[in-house]
């Protein structure tokens, strides 16, 4: 059965102290009341090393935001899967729209990410959707299926079971506005579909669904409920343990 996971995506947000004061705060709530469903929490690379002593990851997981598309060697200011892994995190986000919009990452350059991230053993939360104007000219089923194609549909299947999907419009990412649970629902549900044709129903059954873009406390039950929503990737909210914890809540 797939798992059900709220992940938290801090972004470019907190400095180291406050990163650990926050990861040990979820990691307290956390093991005082065990949650429903499994919680991770993706901080920027200069924390893990740190975030990783203070919490229990069998409470909360730890993943990193991105990772480098190469192995090692001469690439100033990079930082490459296996250094993520030594730190003792076990997630990478990758593919997520900013690195795309921001910083150029094409598609073949993921696929390289992706391949890299789970070589060293990392799971990985691979990032999907369409922007504003796709959506508008009805593209996003398009849009999607050409991201999986681009970058993980060539795993096979074994390794295609180290990836969680997140399905993130651009247009909700920090904007206020969430997909409402039936816009979501309809494309995760393709997504899972598109997934069953290339690996077959059993993984695709078992790949868990994410839904990203002002994902809070008041609309994730209502998300969650969705038979194809298995969790949120978490942006703005994920930064107070209060607004995190409340959408961890909405799986009880
Ligand atoms: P948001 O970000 O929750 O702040 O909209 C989600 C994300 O970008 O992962």
């Known amino acids: ?11 470019m947000n907190m400095n180291l102290q406050d990163g650990i004061a926050l990861a040990k705060e979820l990691n307290e709530k956390l093991q005082n009341n065990t949650p429903n469903c499994e919680v991770v929490i993706c901080t920027p690379f200069i924390h893990l090393a ?3 002593q203070v919490i229990d990851q069998s409470v909360v997981g730890l993943g990193a935001e991105n990772c480098a598309d190469k192995e090692s060697g001469a690439y100033t200011g990079e930082v490459s899967a296996a250094m993520v892994k030594s730190t003792g995190a076990q997630y990478v986000i990758l593919g997520h729209s900013e690195r795309r919009g921001y ?11 992706v391949l890299l991230a789970l070589k060293n053993g990392l799971k990985v939360i691979f990032c999907i959707g369409e922007s504003l104007e796709e959506r508008e000219a009805n593209k996003q089923n398009e849009v999607v299926k050409m991201e999986l194609e681009g970058s993980v549909f060539n795993l096979s299947e074994e390794e295609f079971k180290n990836i969680i ?9 920090g904007t206020g506005k969430t997909a409402t649970s039936d816009q979501a629902e309809e494309i995760q549900a393709y997504i899972r579909s598109i ?6 129903k059993a993984v695709a059954d078992d790949t868990s669904i994410l839904y990203g873009g002002s994902c809070k406390a008041s ?25 995190f914890l409340g959408i961890v809540d909405a799986w009880k």
Do not use: C, Q
Not at 1 to 11: E, Q, S
Not at 165 to 173: D, K, L, N, S, V
Not at 195 to 200: D, E
């Open 219 to 243: 609309n994730a039950a209502e998300l969650f409920a969705k038979p194809d929503i298995d969790g949120g990737l978490i942006g703005g909210a994920s930064l107070k343990a209060a607004d």
């Open 1 to 11: 059965m797939r798992k059900k996971i709220v992940a938290g995506n801090w972004k």
């Open 103 to 113: 910083y150029g990452e094409t598609p073949a350059i993921l696929k390289e990410k």
């Open 50 to 52: 740190s975030v990783a």
């Open 165 to 173: 999907i997140a399905y993130e419009p651009i247009w909700a990412i």
């Open 195 to 200: 997934i069953a044709n290339k690996y077959g």
